[in-house]
C-alpha cells in the first residue's frame, strides 16, 4: 500500500517500459477475472478482498459459450472445466415430471456449471502467475474520481485506474453517486450443492439440466461434476413456507415428489438471496469504473451473471489499454460496447423471471413460443450466451443500431 499523497507506481521492466497500474476493490469473479485481463496486458495488477481467503460459495456457477471464450482468451479454460461435465440436454418439465420444452446443445455452443470454487481458485492463481496481486484482509471502502482507491485502515493508494468490483451493495458505486436504482425482483433463490450418486450418471435425469415447475415455484437441477450437481429453488416474494432457510423439505417434496431424491440431499447451509436489479447513472467516473454486480447485478435465470462480469472485465482491460495514456477514452470505448448491451441482457433475466407470475398454462404457452421462434431465442434467452467480445471482428467499429434497446431504464 502506498502511503498518502505519493503519485501512481510504475514498474519498469527489464526493457525499459513501464507498467501502468489498476488497483481492484473486491477479490470476487468480476474483481479477480478484471485483475487477470490486465495482468495479462502488462500492467501491476493489486485486488482487495476484504475478507482473508477467497470468498468460495458451496454452488456451482452457470457459464456459457460467452463466458467460455473470455476464459479461452484469459488461458484458464481447461483448469476451470477440468472436472464440470459438459451440459448436452436442457428441459422444463411440469411436477408430475411432463417434459414441455427441450433443446441441446452443440459442441460449438457450450455450457458448463463448474464449481464456483473451480473458477476463483483457477482466476486467482493464474492472476498471481501473471505478477499480479490479491491483498486479503483490505477492506476498500471509497475512491476518488483521480485516481485514489480508500480502504477502511485510513490508508490509501493511488493508480492510473481503479476498479469497483465490490458486489451489489458496492461502497465505492454510492460514494460516487453512481447508483440510478435498484429494484427488487420479488423472488427468492436457496442454492445449494448436493452430493451424486454413481447410478446417476448413466441416467438421462441424472444428466440433463431442468427446470422444474410446479405453479410460481421452481427446483432448478443442473450436473457440476461427477460428484455434485447444483441446486436451486426459487419462490416468489410472500410465499412464506417456500421462502425459508433451511428449506421445508416436506413441502419441497409434495410439490415435487418425483424428485425427493434430490431434494432429500439438499443441506441446511446453501445460500439465500433475494433477487435485484441494479440501474447506475454511469459505469465510471474519472478513473473509476464499475464492473460486476456493482454495475450490472441482475436475477439469475439466465445464467449470465459471472458471463456478463467476465466480458465486461476481458472488454475493460482491451479497450483501455489500446488507448494508451488516454484512460477516459478507453473507458468511454468500453462503455460504449458493453453498457448498453449488459443492460438488454439485465432486462431479459428481469422479464424471463417474471414469467414465474403467470398461470401455468400461460407459462407454458410463453416456454413452447419462445422455443419454436429461433430469432426470438437468439435476441433474448440466448444473446448474452451468443456474443463473443474477445473475436478479432468484435473490435471492428460497432454499429450500435444493431444492439437491443432495453425494454426501460
Not at 455452443?109 to 492472476?127: G, K, Q, T
Not at 483521480?146 to 465490490?166: K, M, P, Y
Not at 410465499?239 to 440431499?265: K, Q, T
Request: glycine share 10%; with cysteine; charged share 25%.
Amino acid at each position: 500500500m502506498q502511503n498518502p499523497g505519493v503519485p501512481p507506481t510504475h514498474r519498469a521492466d527489464a526493457g525499459g517500459d513501464v507498467s501502468r497500474t489498476v488497483e481492484i476493490a473486491g477479490g470476487g469473479i468480476a474483481g479477480l477475472a478484471t485483475g487477470l485481463a490486465f495482468a495479462r496486458k502488462g500492467w501491476r495488477v493489486c485486488v482487495h478482498e476484504q475478507d482473508d481467503d477467497l470468498r468460495i460459495l458451496g454452488a456451482g456457477i452457470y457459464i456459457w459459450e460467452n463466458g467460455l471464450r473470455v476464459l479461452d482468451a484469459l488461458d484458464v479454460f481447461y483448469k476451470v472445466t477440468a472436472d464440470a461435465i459438459p451440459a448436452w440436454r436442457h428441459e422444463k418439465r411440469d411436477h408430475r415430471a411432463g417434459v414441455f420444452a427441450r433443446s441441446r446443445l452443440a459442441p460449438d455452443f457450450r455450457l458448463y456449471v463448474p464449481l464456483r470454487e473451480s473458477l476463483l481458485v483457477a482466476l486467482h492463481d493464474a492472476l498471481i502467475a501473471a505478477g499480479g496481486a490479491v491483498a486479503f484482509g483490505s477492506r476498500a471502502v471509497a475512491a476518488d474520481p483521480e485516481g485514489w482507491l480508500h480502504l477502511s485502515d485510513g490508508g490509501r493508494t493511488r493508480a492510473d485506474l481503479i476498479v469497483a468490483a465490490d458486489g451489489i451493495n458496492s461502497p465505492i458505486r454510492d460514494g460516487l453517486g453512481l447508483l440510478r436504482w435498484r429494484r427488487s425482483a420479488g423472488q427468492f433463490g436457496y442454492r445449494a450443492m448436493i452430493p451424486r450418486e454413481p447410478a446417476e450418471l448413466d441416467s438421462e435425469i441424472g444428466r440433463t439440466h431442468c427446470e422444474n415447475w410446479n405453479g410460481s415455484r421452481r427446483l432448478l437441477y443442473a450436473p457440476c461434476t461427477d460428484e455434485f450437481a447444483y441446486v436451486q429453488l426459487t419462490s416468489l416474494k410472500g410465499d412464506e413456507i417456500a421462502n425459508r432457510v433451511p428449506i421445508e423439505r416436506e413441502f419441497w417434496c409434495g410439490l415435487f415428489p418425483h424428485l425427493d431424491w434430490i431434494i432429500e440431499r439438499i443441506p441446511d447451509d446453501g445460500r439465500g438471496d433475494w433477487f435485484e436489479l441494479v440501474r447506475t447513472r454511469h459505469w465510471s467516473k474519472g478513473l473509476v469504473a464499475l464492473v460486476g454486480d456493482a454495475a450490472s447485478a441482475q436475477p439469475p435465470f439466465l445464467g449470465q451473471g459471472g458471463g456478463c462480469a467476465m466480458m465486461s472485465a476481458f472488454v475493460l482491460a482491451e479497450a483501455v489499454d489500446r488507448a494508451g495514456d488516454d484512460i477516459e477514452l478507453g473507458l468511454a470505448e468500453w462503455k460504449r460496447r458493453q453498457r448498453r448491451f449488459t443492460e438488454w441482457v439485465q432486462r431479459i433475466s428481469y422479464w424471463y423471471g417474471q414469467l414465474a407470475l403467470l398461470s401455468p398454462a400461460l407459462r407454458t404457452a410463453a416456454f413452447r413460443a419462445i422455443g419454436r421462434s429461433e430469432w426470438l431465442t437468439a435476441n433474448t434467452l440466448l444473446v448474452a450466451a451468443r456474443h463473443d467480445p474477445t473475436a478479432p471482428e468484435a473490435w471492428r467499429r460497432l454499429d450500435e443500431s444493431q444492439i437491443p434497446i432495453p425494454i426501460f431504464h
